[in-house]
Nanobody
Framework: QVQLVESGGGLVQSGGSLRLSCAAS????????MGWYRQAPGKQRESVAV???????SYVDSVKGRFTISRDNAKNTVYLQMISLAPEDTAVYYC???????????WGQGTQVTVSS
């Protein structure tokens, strides 16, 4: 069973920065995509950023220009660098990996990001 372990969340003031990390417990065969989702209280979980196996990336409009997703294949780790954080970025952030021919989903436990105004 693959486990995804997230770290880097916390409390930051508006305009601040955080870097989230997500490490897989072991190599995941045939990764299709790695990404970050977030869920704010009372809202649906949304995709924030994705990096595909070929290296292309995709971002939700609200974070474009502020968030950067990257990965280290040797470490089975994906990162989310977040700058110019705003209170509306407050949410639980979840790491997600899609792998295999069926694009099976693997999820991290979530890490809280709180941005104070």
């Amino acid at each position: 069973q693959v486990q995804l372990v997230e770290s880097g969340g916390g409390l930051v003031q508006s305009g601040g920065s955080l870097r989230l990390s997500c490490a897989a417990s072991r190599s995941i065969f045939s990764i299709k995509a790695m990404g970050w989702y977030r869920q704010a209280p009372g809202k649906q979980r949304e995709s924030v950023a994705v990096i595909y196996s070929g290296g292309s990336t995709s971002y939700v409009d609200s974070v474009k220009g502020r968030f950067t997703i990257s990965r280290d294949n040797a470490k089975n780790t994906v990162y989310l660098q977040m700058i110019s954080l705003a209170p509306e970025d407050t949410a639980v952030y979840y790491c997600n990996v899609k792998a295999g021919s069926n694009w099976s989903n693997y999820w991290g436990q979530g890490t809280q990001v709180t941005v104070s105004s």
